[in-house]
T-cell receptor
């Protein structure tokens, strides 16, 4: 079974600085998808960024980028120029490619605090 | 922008009672999901639903749980006889497709408290 591990229960960053959230996963699959979701205090999860495992290029979305290391099974999220609105719980998630298994497998989350 | 909506936002019930949690997925989506998050724990998959039938369910989704799409817009999760350990946040999600990088869009959740 696939597992996702987020080893940092909490992180903090100063406004305008950069922070990196860690995620590792375990799978025997060669093709899959990885996601970072943000869950602000309102509790609706929002997709931040996604990565296809077959792509070597790291995904970027404005101030958010990932460092995808397939061999190491590592998928970290970098937030540049942190803003107060970035404060949230961040979840790393895994999904298989293909078949009929479409569920997301989540890590436990990292609570990010942004200090003014 | 279309959103997944869920009602109620908070449900309090007595142990042994039946509850129905309601979701309205995004209108052109075809795949529907329920997840739950016990306080302080990770978000866990419960069930996925497509073409009016369950496509996958987890070990958590036992005979006490059922899902239904009673009409063209609603997607419901029923818990027949609630237990204390069913207290959690329940999230509905939907996606247009299941394959590819298609995104699952989540609703704001229903907090279920079982007393």
């Amino acid at each position: 079974a696939q597992t996702v591990t987020q080893s940092q229960p909490e992180m903090s960053v100063q406004e305008a600085e950069t922070v990196t959230l860690s995620c590792t996963y375990d799978t025997s699959e060669s093709d899959y998808y990885l996601f970072w979701y943000k869950q602000p205090p309102s509790r609706q999860m929002i997709l931040v960024i996604r990565q296809e495992a077959y792509k070597q290029q790291n995904a970027t979305e404005n101030r958010f980028s990932v460092n995808f290391q397939k061999a190491a099974k590592s998928f970290s999220l970098k937030i540049s120029d942190s803003q107060l609105g970035d404060a949230a719980m961040y979840f790393c998630a895994y999904r298989r490619l293909g078949g009929s298994n479409y569920k997301l497998t989540f890590g436990k989350g990292t609570l990010l605090t942004v200090n003014p | 922008e279309p959103e997944v909506t869920q009602t109620p936002s908070h449900q309090v019930t007595q142990m042994g009672q039946e509850v129905i949690l309601r979701c309205v997925p995004i209108s052109n989506h075809l795949y529907f999901y329920w997840y739950r998050q016990i306080l302080g724990q990770k978000v866990e998959f419960l069930v996925s639903f497509y073409n009016n039938e369950i496509s996958e369910k987890s070990e958590i989704f036992d005979d006490q749980f059922s899902v239904e799409r009673p009409d063209g817009s609603n997607f419901t999760l029923k818990i027949r006889s609630t237990k204390l350990e069913d207290s959690a946040m329940y999230f509905c999600a939907s996606s247009a497709l299941a394959g590819g990088t298609d995104t699952q869009y989540f609703g704001p959740g229903t907090r279920l408290t079982v007393l």
